[in-house]
């Protein structure tokens, strides 16, 4: 049974943004993800391919859009690496200082409390908006000041004393940071390349469709950044996943089982398997991570009652303006020019100080085509109105059954057929802070909302009242939402069923996300949220992850300090990389909270005048298992890739140069199929040119001590032989590896008597060696002296060694 370090559940905001936090650190991390890969243009457009871009297994759909009917509320949410990145509408608005409420009453009894603060959360806000490229709609530049929809918003908010403002957008405007936008321009590489490979990314060219999949690769979503710098530092992504069950595994640790599907084979119905991990992040969105919990609830004793509650919409309300009007002639609002959304209004909320506000809200415009569009049908045509009939009449029999199927996807990908109308006038999307009163639950085995707009009717009908205002001033008609003449709402932001809390009897997990009573297993999405956002919910999302993640590294570097007391371990250590707002090396941006973790400073460190020095490196090659030897073991017939990716850390650099073993510590992973994939160093060490049994010869010397994937420990012994000889012999001797693989944990006086299990040779590629140089980073007040001696040493070495003899 394989057995991995982290394995994350879901690839959305906050799966994502974990993923590359514990990769950047060195640690193993394998992402689950149900749903496809979507490259630019991979994303469905013909009428066709919109017809199964619907996600319901059983009928063999695995797209990208997951639909839900409640009897409250109809929701749709993404299935695809990335999550809900590949349909949400870019908007990073951070929830109002204001709105992080601490007990407040529920119209049906209970409190909403936040236990965390805007505090808490800006540093977080700062890298994660940084790192998806928030930037304003640029409407003060041609051709983007052609924007009708956006002008429009900011008369009506003029008129109504509103303000109106332009939000971060995570969309490429222009090729990279600090160069002039421009339309369907080449968008220039961050630095950590990205998962889908080749495929050229271009800048945004308002066509509308950043709801339905973003071909162009404009949107900055998270295949695009955060999993890709996650691929970058070594993260396993492993989508067409879906993980069925969770449940504690004897001796630590957790045991999922899930069942990997076949894109090419639809219908064919995979066999569960299982994976162990040491920790287990639950990211798959409210709806799957909430789900997954209460289905798996008997393996998990003691598990919080609050379990289902606090769910809610995030207020969302869709409205429609119709046939816009300037005096007499028509007003075009252009809703398919531009980002879906580009403006946004706020509303302001009591806790803003304005008395009889009530609760606070936002509208923003809407555009097409956008997901919405495809439920209003033109009823003209035969063929349609018979799917029509159908859909109707199957929803008809469903609303009085007691368990009703909760699932539409199969129902809308029929009911659209060959083809989609998109709608001709402007929509407007409101959310804000409605009660979240709502609780999920199990009925049948399926997934259950049971909610109302009743103790929300405060504020759904403020959001309306506005929206017919801002109809007015535009001299549009105003439209409902379809469904709400049944006090229906549809959202694409439902929060909450696992909510954070102070204690067990508030919340499932706590504010970092780790779940009371289980230790290891966290929270990463919507599900933890214990209230309605306000704004868009993404970017609190991503930034609760990225708090959570600073904690678990925290913990990590705890742990592994108080196992090795021999050799402390004083800081998760991120692998190095560029093109990241964290700087990934040292993550400075969070000041107190997280220094410690991010950078090479640790808990051990006290000594103001101690300078710490760290580089990556990263090897590959081939071993065989049942070799002894080095060379055969490269060359054998069963042989196989192996590689390593290590940070190596030298915690003291004037110590470091003057031992004789020059030792250093390494952290990071092995990968090989024999020991059972990647598998992360448990405790490591490295020896920068300690003396042999000649003055002309010099090792590097390499031992790792993990666990295989049957849990067998095992030690990885590696040296690099440097010898006397001419100067082109620099490159093969430092880039060449002779690696044996020990049973147990050995140490260097034991390799004697020790079993070897393989062995084999790894070598440095000239690219990988290329941006190994890239990543020396120092930390203390010694630093660039620290590096310069350094240098001087590693060169001063090779002098004494490839040098020529002067006697």
Not at 625 to 645: C, D, I, V
Request: net charge negative.
């Amino acid at each position: 049974m394989e057995h991995v370090d982290t394995l994350v559940v879901g690839s959305g905001f906050g799966g994502s943004v974990a993923a590359f936090r514990l990769a950047a650190a060195g640690r193993q991390v394998v992402v689950m993800e149900r749903g496809q890969r979507y490259a630019p243009g991979d994303f469905p457009r013909s009428p066709a391919e919109m017809g199964r871009a619907f996600w319901d297994p059983d009928a063999g759909l695995h797209g990208m859009f997951d639909v839900w009917r409640f009897k409250g509320c109809d929701s749709i949410v993404s299935s695809g690496l990335g999550g809900g990145s590949l349909i949400y509408a870019n908007v990073l608005l951070r929830k109002d200082e204001h709105w992080f409420v601490n007990e407040e009453t529920l119209p049906g009894g209970g409190y909403e409390r936040w236990p965390v603060t805007r505090d808490d959360l800006d540093p977080h806000y700062d890298v994660v908006e940084k790192m998806l490229g928030g930037t304003e709609y640029p409407l003060k530049r041609a051709p983007y000041d052609n924007t009708p929809k956006t002008h429009a918003m900011q008369d009506a908010a003029a008129e109504l004393g509103l303000r109106c403002d332009l939000p971060p957008l995570a969309v490429s405007f222009a090729p990279e940071p600090g160069a002039a936008p421009g339309v369907s321009l080449p968008i220039v590489d961050a630095g950590y390349g990205n998962l889908h490979g080749l495929r050229q990314r271009r800048t945004c060219r308002l066509c509308g469709e950043c709801n339905i999949g973003c071909n162009d690769g404009s949107k900055n979503s998270l295949d695009h950044t955060y999993l890709s710098a996650a691929k970058h530092h070594g993260a396993d992504l492993r989508d067409s996943h879906d993980v069925k069950a969770i449940r504690p595994r004897p001796g630590g640790g957790y045991e999922v089982d899930f069942r990997h599907y076949d894109p090419n084979d639809r219908l064919r119905k995979r066999k569960i398997q299982t994976i162990t991990c040491d920790r287990l992040i639950l990211a798959g969105g409210t709806y799957g991570t909430t789900l997954l919990l209460l289905k798996s609830r008997q393996s998990f004793p003691g598990l919080s009652k609050a379990l289902g509650t606090r769910f809610s919409g995030n207020g969302d309300l869709l409205t429609f303006l119709l046939k816009a009007k300037d005096r007499n002639r028509v007003r075009a609002l252009d809703a398919s020019r531009g980002p879906v959304i580009t403006s946004a209004i706020r509303l302001p909320d009591e806790l803003d100080g304005v008395p009889g506000a009530g609760r606070g809200a936002y509208i923003e415009d809407g555009g097409y085509p956008a997901f919405a569009d495809f439920i209003v049908q033109s009823l003209d045509v035969k063929d349609q109105i018979d799917r029509a009939i159908k859909f109707l009449w199957g929803r008809f029999r469903e609303f009085f059954k007691d368990a009703p199927d909760t699932n539409l996807s199969k129902e809308l990908s029929d009911l659209i057929g060959d083809g989609a109308l998109s709608i001709s006038s402007l929509p407007l999307l409101g959310m804000g802070r409605d009660t979240p009163d709502g609780r999920l639950e199990l009925k049948d085995g399926r997934l259950n909302a049971v909610w109302t707009t009743e103790t929300s009717t405060a504020h759904f009908e403020r959001l309306r009242k506005t929206m017919q205002g801002i109809a007015d001033v535009l001299g549009a008609d105003y439209s409902d939402n379809p469904m709400w003449f049944r006090e229906r709402v549809i959202t694409v932001h439902p929060l909450g069923g696992a909510p954070m809390g102070d204690t067990p009897d508030q919340g499932v997990c706590d504010a970092f996300g780790e779940v009371f009573g289980f230790p290891g297993l966290y929270i990463a999405d919507g599900a933890a949220m214990p209230g309605s956002v306000g704004p868009n919910p993404s970017l609190t999302i991503a930034a609760l992850a990225d708090r959570m993640s600073t904690r678990m590294l925290e913990k990590m570097s705890a742990e592994r300090g108080s196992a090795a007391a021999d050799h402390p371990v004083t800081g998760a250590e991120p692998a190095a990389g560029t093109g990241s707002p964290y700087g990934v090396e040292n993550d400075s941006a969070y000041g107190s909270e997280s220094g410690e973790v991010a950078g090479t400073r640790g808990s051990a460190e006290t000594e103001s005048d101690r300078t710490s020095l760290s580089f990556t490196e990263e090897m590959k090659g081939f071993i065989t298992f049942g070799a002894t030897e080095p060379r055969a073991g490269e060359l054998g017939e069963g042989r196989e890739r192996m590689s390593f990716r290590l940070t190596i850390t030298a915690e003291d650099v004037t110590r470091f140069l003057a031992e004789p073993e020059h030792t250093a510590r390494a952290e990071g992973w092995i990968d090989a199929a024999g020991c059972g994939g990647r598998r992360p160093v448990q405790r490591g060490w490295f020896n920068l040119f300690t003396s042999a049994d000649a003055e002309d010869r010099r090792l590097m010397k390499y031992r790792l001590y993990f666990t295989d994937g049957q849990g067998r420990p095992r030690t990885l012994a590696g040296e690099k032989n440097v010898l006397h000889g001419p100067p082109t012999r620099i490159w093969p001797d430092t880039s060449t590896l002779y690696v044996r693989v020990l049973e147990g944990h050995v140490d260097e006086d034991g390799d004697a008597g020790a079993v070897i299990a393989g062995a084999g040779v790894l070598h440095i590629q000239l690219a990988d060696f290329a941006r190994q140089l890239t990543t020396f980073r120092t930390s203390g007040s010694g630093g660039p002296g620290s590096l310069i001696r350094f240098g001087r040493f590693f060169a001063g070495e090779l002098w004494e060694v490839y040098g020529p003899d002067l006697t």
